[in-house]
C-alpha cells in the first residue's frame, strides 16, 4: 500500500476544527464506529519492533493491517499494508480464530467513532479525521500516503501545512494503543509534544 504519513493532535474545539475545514473545501464523510484488536507476534515484540499488528472493524467492513517501524521525519512514517477481507463479525470472529491458532494473542482492543474530512493538497488526496477515543478524548489526524520514500519529503510537508492552516499545535505522538496500555501502567507515560 505504501507509506503512511501521518501527525496527530489533541482537539479542545471539534465544532471549530469541523468548521474550518468545510471552509477549506473538504468533503466530509459519514461518522463510522471502528474497533481495532491489536495483536502480539508469537515469536517477535513489536514494541521492540515498533510495529503493530491489527485487525480492524470499520462498520460492518473488516481489514488487516501491518504497521512497519517508524520511519525518521516530522511525521509519523511507516510502511502499511491493509488487505480487506469479509465483512461481518462472522467473518471477523473467524479472522480471529485464525491467528489464535497461529500463535497470536489479543493484546487490547480499542473502539472509537471516527469522521473523515477528504480534500487534495500538493497534488495528492490528503485524509484529516477527527476521533472520539473511547476512554481517551478528542483527536484529529492529518493522513496521506506516499507510494514510495521519494515522495515522503513533498507528502510530509503537505500534512505538516495542513494541520498548521487547521490551527492543530498539540501533537499527539502516542498511538492509542499506546495511551490505552499507559493508562494500565504498562509504559511509561510521554508527554505530548507542542508545535
Same mark, same amino acid.
Given at each position: ?9 489533541? $482537539? ?100 472509537? $467513532? ?82
Amino acid at each position: 500500500m505504501g507509506y503512511e504519513v501521518e501527525i496527530k493532535y489533541h $482537539v479542545s474545539d471539534r465544532a471549530g476544527l469541523e468548521a474550518k475545514l468545510l471552509t477549506l473545501g473538504t468533503q466530509a464523510g459519514p461518522s463510522v464506529e471502528q474497533e481495532d484488536t491489536y495483536l502480539a507476534h508469537p515469536s517477535r515484540d513489536f514494541a521492540t519492533t515498533n510495529e503493530a499488528f491489527r485487525l480492524r472493524r470499520d462498520g460492518m467492513t473488516n481489514r488487516i493491517t501491518y504497521k512497519g517501524p517508524k520511519h525518521e521525519g516530522p511525521t509519523k512514517t511507516r510502511e502499511e499494508i491493509e488487505i480487506a477481507y469479509h465483512d461481518g463479525e462472522e467473518s471477523r470472529a473467524e479472522m480471529g480464530r485464525l491467528f489464535d491458532r497461529l500463535g497470536f494473542v489479543p493484546v487490547l482492543t480499542i473502539r472509537k $467513532v471516527r469522521q473523515s474530512f477528504h480534500l487534495e493538497r500538493a497534488g495528492r488526496p490528503i485524509e484529516v479525521t477527527i476521533d472520539e477515543a473511547e476512554g481517551l478524548g478528542t483527536f484529529a489526524e492529518v493522513e496521506a500516503l506516499a507510494d514510495h520514500p521519494g515522495d515522503l519529503p513533498v507528502i510530509q510537508a503537505a500534512v505538516l501545512e495542513l494541520a498548521g492552516e487547521l490551527g492543530l499545535d498539540t501533537v499527539e505522538p502516542r498511538s492509542y494503543l499506546r495511551m490505552h496500555l499507559e493508562q494500565r501502567g504498562l509504559f511509561a507515560p510521554n508527554p505530548p509534544v507542542q508545535t
